[in-house]
């Protein structure tokens, strides 16, 4: 598949709850003790401790970073220090660097990182391609190296709350990055746990089973409260329904290529299977993630 087919893929399963309007606002909800975020396309995490202030996304292109360094300085008027990192590398999560201070710590994880090398900038023009908007909101943006670098984990002490930057394998992309704040229990979860949201491998990213491997992980975490960057917030349990969705999908498409049933057919019939199943779900289009399935 030609990386432009992927991209539009990725964005067949953008779910309802997410704004299209990919400027964000400057209102901040509060998640759990330390932790805010700017819900928006996508959401923003901000850990906020007693010395510092870790934020969790950069919004797409400059003029979006600006805003939530914006809003990050009056969350904590106090913090001269300011983290920032990203929970993968596609534009809208990692282009707006060039709006934070200068001073900022941009830090991710090795994967990711060798990601953005390899794909980042291509991402850049092709979402630059777009719309105007989005044209006008990337101008500038800049792809920079990263201040530090981690490979499994890298723990940020802001002073009274930690920040567990975690890389546990692959998921929507290769380099999916979690952030477990303590001692909120509070899981930034990028697009590895979502809130009733089909699961999306991008391109050559995850597997279904990396995917479920990771949530493995994340299950031994303990989580109480959960951000996801593409649907609404909500507690721990979402970590066990993303985690028994991936496995019935899994399960049943399984089931349906032991009977010869082509891939194509298996999303079909299972899109429609799944959607009563799940009716609460906003929207079912399991194709593409059975046809990951299929390809295992
Ligand atoms: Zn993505
Ligand atoms: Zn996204």
Redesign the pocket.
Known sequence: MKFAALLAA?FASTPLFAQNNPVLGEDAAKVSDHVWAIMGWPNIGIVVGNRATLVVDTGLGPRNGATIARVAAKLAPGNQKLFLTT??F?P??AAGEAGFPAGTILIRDAVQQHEMELHGQEMVTMFAGRSAQQKELLANATLRTPDVIFDAEGAIDLGGVTARLLWFGGA??KGDELTFVEPDRTLIS??VVQNKVVP?I?GDGGTPTSWLAVLGKVEALHVLHVLP??SAPGDGAMVEMERKFIADLRDSALRLKRQGVSADDAGKQLGAEFKAKYADWPSMNVAGFVRSIYAE
């Open positions: 990725c929970t993968h596609h809208e999560h929507h992309t990028g697009d999306n991008f960057d593409h």
